[in-house]
Nanobody, 126 residues
Framework: VQLQASGGGLVQAGDSLRLSCAAS????????MAWFRQAPGKEREFVAV????????YYTDSVKGRFTIARDNAKNTVYLQMNGLKPEDTAVYYC????????????????????WGQGTQVTVSS
Protein backbone atom coordinates (compact mmCIF):
# COMPACT_ATOMS: atom_id res chain seq x y z
CA VAL A 1 0.00 0.00 0.00
CA GLN A 2 1.16 3.54 -0.75
CA LEU A 3 0.29 6.37 1.61
CA GLN A 4 -0.01 10.09 0.92
CA ALA A 5 -0.38 12.43 3.88
CA SER A 6 -1.71 15.96 3.59
CA GLY A 7 -3.36 18.75 5.54
CA GLY A 8 -0.51 20.19 7.54
CA GLY A 9 0.16 23.87 7.89
CA LEU A 10 1.04 26.81 10.10
CA VAL A 11 -1.57 27.63 12.75
CA GLN A 12 -1.80 29.46 16.04
CA ALA A 13 -2.13 27.84 19.44
CA GLY A 14 -5.71 26.78 20.04
CA ASP A 15 -6.50 26.31 16.36
CA SER A 16 -7.53 23.09 14.64
CA LEU A 17 -6.24 21.10 11.69
CA ARG A 18 -7.36 17.90 10.02
CA LEU A 19 -4.73 15.68 8.51
CA SER A 20 -5.61 13.15 5.84
CA CYS A 21 -3.78 10.09 4.64
CA ALA A 22 -4.93 8.58 1.37
CA ALA A 23 -3.99 4.99 0.61
CA SER A 24 -3.70 3.28 -2.72
CA UNK A 25 -4.96 -0.20 -3.42
CA UNK A 26 -8.10 -2.13 -2.64
CA UNK A 27 -7.05 -3.64 0.69
CA UNK A 28 -7.07 -0.55 2.89
CA UNK A 29 -9.54 -2.12 5.29
CA UNK A 30 -6.99 -4.88 5.97
CA UNK A 31 -4.62 -2.46 7.69
CA UNK A 32 -4.40 -1.06 11.16
CA MET A 33 -3.61 2.62 10.60
CA ALA A 34 -1.64 4.97 12.82
CA TRP A 35 -0.25 8.46 13.05
CA PHE A 36 3.23 9.21 14.35
CA ARG A 37 5.06 12.50 14.63
CA GLN A 38 8.62 13.71 14.80
CA ALA A 39 9.53 17.04 16.33
CA PRO A 40 12.83 18.76 15.51
CA GLY A 41 15.70 17.07 17.29
CA LYS A 42 13.50 14.31 18.69
CA GLU A 43 12.70 10.73 17.83
CA ARG A 44 9.53 9.83 16.03
CA GLU A 45 6.72 9.11 18.48
CA PHE A 46 3.35 7.42 18.40
CA VAL A 47 0.26 9.64 18.30
CA ALA A 48 -2.83 7.52 17.57
CA VAL A 49 -3.95 4.22 16.08
CA UNK A 50 -7.22 2.90 14.71
CA UNK A 51 -8.38 -0.64 14.08
CA UNK A 52 -9.28 -1.97 10.68
CA UNK A 53 -12.99 -1.33 11.05
CA UNK A 54 -12.58 1.89 13.00
CA UNK A 55 -14.21 0.56 16.14
CA UNK A 56 -11.11 0.76 18.33
CA UNK A 57 -8.73 3.65 18.82
CA TYR A 58 -5.87 4.47 21.13
CA TYR A 59 -3.98 7.71 21.78
CA THR A 60 -0.83 8.81 23.44
CA ASP A 61 -1.59 10.65 26.66
CA SER A 62 -0.50 14.07 25.45
CA VAL A 63 -3.20 14.23 22.75
CA LYS A 64 -6.11 12.49 24.49
CA GLY A 65 -9.20 14.66 24.42
CA ARG A 66 -7.75 16.93 21.71
CA PHE A 67 -7.02 14.63 18.76
CA THR A 68 -9.36 12.17 17.06
CA ILE A 69 -8.33 9.47 14.62
CA ALA A 70 -10.95 8.21 12.16
CA ARG A 71 -11.05 6.32 8.91
CA ASP A 72 -13.29 5.96 5.88
CA ASN A 73 -12.63 2.59 4.31
CA ALA A 74 -14.80 3.45 1.32
CA LYS A 75 -12.45 6.36 0.57
CA ASN A 76 -9.24 4.56 1.58
CA THR A 77 -8.45 7.43 3.92
CA VAL A 78 -7.49 7.86 7.55
CA TYR A 79 -7.83 11.20 9.30
CA LEU A 80 -6.38 12.93 12.32
CA GLN A 81 -8.55 15.75 13.63
CA MET A 82 -6.41 17.96 15.85
CA ASN A 83 -8.12 20.48 18.09
CA GLY A 84 -6.67 22.77 20.71
CA LEU A 85 -3.26 22.67 19.11
CA LYS A 86 -0.27 23.58 21.23
CA PRO A 87 3.24 24.67 20.24
CA GLU A 88 4.53 21.30 21.48
CA ASP A 89 2.42 19.61 18.78
CA THR A 90 4.77 21.09 16.18
CA ALA A 91 6.20 18.18 14.20
CA VAL A 92 6.19 16.32 10.94
CA TYR A 93 3.23 13.96 11.07
CA TYR A 94 3.40 10.56 9.40
CA CYS A 95 0.70 8.04 8.68
CA UNK A 96 1.57 4.36 8.76
CA UNK A 97 -0.08 1.04 7.91
CA UNK A 98 0.25 -2.34 9.56
CA UNK A 99 -1.31 -5.47 8.10
CA UNK A 100 -2.37 -6.70 11.51
CA UNK A 101 -5.73 -8.19 12.47
CA UNK A 102 -6.26 -5.88 15.45
CA UNK A 103 -4.60 -3.32 17.71
CA UNK A 104 -2.09 -4.61 20.23
CA UNK A 105 0.50 -2.97 22.45
CA UNK A 106 2.89 -3.43 19.53
CA UNK A 107 0.73 -1.04 17.51
CA UNK A 108 2.37 1.85 19.34
CA UNK A 109 5.83 0.89 18.05
CA UNK A 110 7.00 2.32 14.74
CA UNK A 111 8.87 -0.92 14.03
CA UNK A 112 5.48 -2.60 13.68
CA UNK A 113 4.67 -0.65 10.52
CA UNK A 114 5.90 -1.54 7.06
CA UNK A 115 4.24 1.25 5.13
CA TRP A 116 4.72 4.97 5.71
CA GLY A 117 3.51 8.17 4.16
CA GLN A 118 5.90 10.99 3.31
CA GLY A 119 4.94 13.22 6.24
CA THR A 120 3.19 16.54 6.52
CA GLN A 121 4.49 19.49 8.55
CA VAL A 122 2.40 20.93 11.35
CA THR A 123 3.66 24.11 12.95
CA VAL A 124 1.87 25.69 15.89
CA SER A 125 2.86 29.19 16.89
CA SER A 126 2.32 30.56 20.39
Amino acid sequence: VQLQASGGGLVQAGDSLRLSCAASGRTFSSYVMAWFRQAPGKEREFVAVISRNGASTYYTDSVKGRFTIARDNAKNTVYLQMNGLKPEDTAVYYCAADRAPFITKESMRESEYNYWGQGTQVTVSS
